[in-house]
T-cell receptor, first 112, second 109 residues
Framework: DVKVTQSSRYLVKRTGEKVFLECVQD?????MFWYRQDPGLGLRLIYF???????EKGDIPEGYSVSREKKERFSLILESASTNQTSMYLCASTNSGSYEQYFGPGTRLTVT | ELKVEQNPLFLSMQEGKNYTIYCNYSTTSDRLYWYRQDPGKSLESLFVLLSNGAVKQEGRLMASLDTKARLSTLHITAAVHDLSATYFCAGENNNDMRFGAGTRLTVKP
């Protein structure tokens, strides 16, 4: 069973704080993704990574950065959290050549 | 750029009825996915459609793909309350996946 875990289910942070969201997968997947989910907008891709130390911008990278130092771990960083970053954040992973993305349980971030 | 549109966004239906959710996409897509999401939970993969004319069925759900029309449908047969959830379609090109806004389905007894 593929497992994708995220460090927190719920997180409350203040405006201006630096926020780290961690995602770990245990199936040696090459590709990892960060999405945010907002009502009426579906999932929007923030960043993805094809390999260690590699990253690509998605649709909405502004205000975010990522880090992939190890294959199993993909971190999403909010350098200075703002209220418009209040959202559900979903991490996913997949192997090249595989058609299925496996999603983590999500982190609901509230920025006050 | 691949854009994916779903409709309807909200669907309320009686148990036992049939209905279809539509997913249109704007450019060529290598694959088309359907996911289910229950409240407070993450996304669960339902179907992956790879080629024109592909049809997949699981229980009361059947998904199909028409690449010429750039349309996928998710058909619900004889709905039951357990199918209440939000359903997302997503298109993919070269690992770039784009999601529709989701269809929130409520099945009423």
């Amino acid at each position: 069973d593929v497992k994708v875990t995220q460090s927190s289910r719920y997180l409350v942070k203040r405006t201006g704080e630096k926020v780290f969201l961690e995602c770990v997968q245990d199936m040696d997947h090459e590709n990892m993704f960060w999405y945010r989910q907002d009502p009426g907008l579906g999932l929007r891709l923030i960043y993805f990574s094809y390999d260690v130390k590699m990253k690509e911008k998605g649709d909405i990278p502004e205000g975010y950065s990522v880090s992939r130092e190890k294959k199993e771990r993909f971190s999403l960083i909010l350098e200075s959290a703002s209220t418009n970053q209040t959202s559900m954040y979903l991490c996913a992973s997949t192997n090249s050549g595989s058609y299925e993305q496996y999603f983590g349980p999500g982190t609901r971030l509230t920025v006050t | 750029e691949l854009k994916v549109e779903q409709n309807p966004l909200f669907l309320s239906m009686q148990e036992g009825k049939n209905y279809t959710i539509y997913c249109n996409y704007s450019t060529t897509s290598d694959r088309l996915y359907w996911y289910r999401q229950d409240p407070g939970k993450s996304l669960e993969s339902l179907f992956v459609l790879l080629s024109n004319g592909a049809v997949k069925q699981e229980g009361r759900l059947m998904a199909s793909l028409d690449t010429k029309a750039r349309l996928s449908t998710l058909h619900i047969t004889a709905a039951v309350h357990d199918l209440s959830a939000t359903y997302f379609c997503a298109g993919e090109n070269n690992n770039d996946m784009r999601f529709g806004a989701g269809t929130r389905l409520t099945v009423k007894p």
